[in-house]
């Protein structure tokens, strides 16, 4: 059973709509990821939070925005997507270790999000 | 920057036989970590096992072990007594003691065959 979960599991959204993703870890845990994967190809890093405050942003469009209310919570907020944004969108937690490394990486189950 | 390779797409294995995931990676970093994750067909990433390169002892969990070699940058996975539910696609990852985020590789596709 994971310890991240993640709602909805599908989203299907029109490229007008506006809509969350929602993340919720419960290993206390001070860092928590987004990442964007395609069919077939690796997870790709979106951002990455370091105790609640935004450290990695992996450049990614204006239209996703991710929020971080507390440490156990992570939203990633859509908006004016484009078809090609389909994908899974998984979200992870791991503990932060002494000078701010971070260890392996505990993942939910993802989001299955269609544009039309 | 850096960079992690499986050479091998896809590959299958009988169930009950033993099989290897081929990894390889580039880095200048002395110390780093190094993971198997898999990802089932239900698209859940599933961390498999770790490695501390400063550990010369390699990684097992169950039927899973490492062979690690550090000097040839290389990092593979043995599966032992495959199980259909070993099924699923493999990436292999790497990060730097104090990085913040994981350098995926491109995933090996495993079939176990009954």
């Known amino acids: 059973d994971t310890e991240v979960t993640q709602t909805p599991k599908h989203l299907v959204m029109g490229m007008t709509n506006k809509k969350s993703l929602k993340c919720e870890q419960h290993?206390?845990?001070?860092?928590m990821y987004w990442y964007k994967q395609k069919a077939k190809k690796p997870p790709e890093l979106m951002f990455v939070?370091?105790?609640?405050?935004?450290?990695i942003n992996e450049s990614v469009p204006s239209r996703f925005s991710p929020e971080c209310p507390n440490s156990s919570l992570l939203n990633l907020h859509l908006h004016a997507l484009q078809p090609e944004d389909s994908a899974l969108y998984l979200c992870?937690?791991?503990?932060?270790?002494?000078?701010?490394?971070?260890?392996?990486?505990?993942f939910g189950p993802g989001t299955r999000l269609t544009v039309l | 920057a850096q960079t992690v390779t499986q050479s091998q797409p896809e590959m299958s294995v009988q169930e009950a036989e033993t099989v290897t995931l081929s990894c390889t990676y580039d880095?200048?970093?002395?110390?780093?970590?190094l993971f198997w994750y898999k990802q089932p067909p239900s698209r859940q990433m599933i961390l498999v096992i770790r490695?501390?390169?400063?550990?010369?002892q390699n990684a097992t969990e169950n039927r899973f072990s490492v062979n690690f070699q550090k000097a040839a940058k290389s990092f593979s996975l043995k599966i032992s007594d495959s199980q259909l539910g070993d099924t699923a696609m493999y990436f292999c990852?790497?990060?730097?003691?104090?990085?913040?985020?994981?350098?995926f590789g491109p995933g090996t596709r495993l079939s176990v065959l009954p």
């Open positions: 990852a790497f990060m730097r003691i104090y990085g913040q985020n994981f350098v």
């Open positions: 939070y370091s105790y609640e405050k935004l450290s």
């Open positions: 992870a937690s791991s503990q932060m270790g002494l000078a701010g490394g971070l260890y392996e990486q505990f």
């Open positions: 490695q501390e390169a400063y550990k010369q």
């Open positions: 290993m206390g845990h001070r860092a």
């Open positions: 880095t200048s970093e002395s110390n780093y970590y």
